[in-house]
């Protein structure tokens, strides 16, 4: 089946980084072609859609998020980290169950699908049942079974990343990874056992690193390293690491994590909620680390809106280091889109409007007063835009959202029975 969609306004964040009145030609799952109308294959589409002239732009790739955590939004809120950890969200999370995680999940997925988020990069327990609601939804997924052992459940969280990756093998969107969960819940022999599981797996680590000012400083006491170089020390840096947050990351870890090519994982709006901080972004990239954005989990932003992760990404470094020339809105908009993808190992599938690439692609309305005079798109996308202004959201060449429709469920069931499974977890 051949889609075309016409009369927009592309941004393709590739190597060009082209932005202009275009096209995008898509055959089944893939890219044919992305440019000039006048260029395009004179080839005849299945199903036109017309952009009316808003942008057509890889979609947003969240890059670490808890999607179950939906049914805690507003729960908790106004606390620092560990308080609400380990007083309010743990307690709660204890009393999860698989119907409950799973319509929590695919709440998750009707916001991720109107915000124009087409992959996410999840971390959580009942990893099943948020594949099955990324399977039901259609979007790209990468979910990493979370190890900690605390508790004494490491070798149960073991066995039970085994049995997942045995279970989403060769499926065509989702992929598994190991979310040893941190280093203040993960042993220094653990965070060994997971290095060899993702060493055998090929698989990704993804992991919550110097997220506050105490956990960088817990850290140092017990081990003599802040926790980029407790990782380096235990060899687990050699395989690919997704950092979540490194809001405390010093610049000797800055220069451990671009030499062994850790991709950061960026939740600004979770941080600044938190009240944890805010990371170095600009740095980081100055030296060579490859960022991405997220949203973290509902319950500490509250909301999972790439849109908004991209524009506080940029004013936050603006203001901190006082300078107006960083971040501009060209970087990012790549924070959110080809980085992601990038982190994820997946730069050669997502994250631009390039043909062979995969179709995993939004349309953003542009002719609202926001955008107007429609002087400078880009721009206009990171510091005007909303999540309102998401039009459509492609993953793979199928539509899973339309002009405020969710293409794949009952949106006010799934509301009510997300509702229901929450009331439980206060109860």
């Not at 973290?296 to 790439?306: R, T, V, W, Y």
């Amino acid at each position: 089946m051949k889609t075309l969609i016409k009369n927009g306004y592309l941004i393709t964040v590739d190597a060009s980084d082209t932005c202009g009145e275009g096209c995008v030609l898509v055959e089944n799952d893939t890219i044919l072609y992305a440019g000039p109308e006048e260029n395009a294959p004179q080839e005849k589409a299945d199903r036109v859609i017309d952009a009316q002239g808003g942008i057509i732009m890889p979609g947003f790739v969240n890059t670490h998020t808890h999607v179950p955590m939906t049914m805690m939004r507003g729960y908790a809120d106004d606390l620092a980290l560990m308080d609400w950890l380990q007083n309010h969200i743990w307690p709660a999370e204890a009393k999860l169950t698989e119907d409950a995680v799973y319509w929590g999940s695919m709440l998750a997925m009707c916001e991720f699908a109107a915000a124009g988020v087409t992959c996410f990069s999840d971390m959580y327990n009942f990893n099943a049942q948020i594949a099955r609601a990324a399977r039901a939804a259609g979007l790209r997924a990468m979910i990493a079974v979370a190890v900690l052992d605390i508790d004494g459940g490491g070798d149960a969280r073991l066995k039970n990343a085994e049995e997942f990756f045995d279970l989403v093998k060769g499926e065509r969107r989702i992929t598994a990874a190991i979310g040893p969960h941190a280093e203040y819940t993960v042993s220094p022999e653990m965070f060994g056992r997971v290095r060899d599981f993702a060493a055998k797996h090929d698989a990704r680590i993804h992991v919550h690193v110097s997220e506050t000012r105490q956990e960088h400083a817990d850290c140092l006491a017990r081990h003599g390293k802040t926790p980029i170089g407790l990782l380096e020390c235990l060899g687990v840096l050699e395989l690919p690491v997704m950092a979540a947050h490194c809001v405390y990351v010093s610049d000797d870890d800055m220069d451990i994590m671009a030499k062994y090519g850790v991709s950061v994982l960026s939740c600004p709006g979770s941080n600044l909620k938190l009240g944890s901080g805010v990371p170095r972004v600009a740095e980081m990239i100055k030296r060579g680390v490859n960022v991405s954005c997220a949203t973290d989990g509902a319950a500490s932003n509250n909301n999972l809106s790439m849109m908004e992760e991209m524009t506080l990404t940029a004013l936050l470094q603006k203001g901190i280091c006082q300078d107006a020339s960083l971040i501009p809105a060209k970087t990012a908009v790549r924070i959110a889109t080809v980085n992601g993808a990038a982190a994820l190992g997946m730069s050669h599938l997502i994250g631009s409007l390039e043909a062979g690439k995969q179709a995993d692609l939004i349309v953003i309305r542009t002719d609202g007063v926001r955008w107007c005079p429609r002087a400078n798109l880009l721009n206009h996308l990171v510091y005007s835009g909303s999540d309102s202004d998401v039009m459509l959201t492609m993953v793979g060449g199928d539509i899973i959202y339309q002009d405020v429709r969710i293409m794949f469920g009952d949106v006010e069931e799934i509301k009510a029975k997300a509702s229901q499974y929450a009331a439980k977890l206060f109860a």
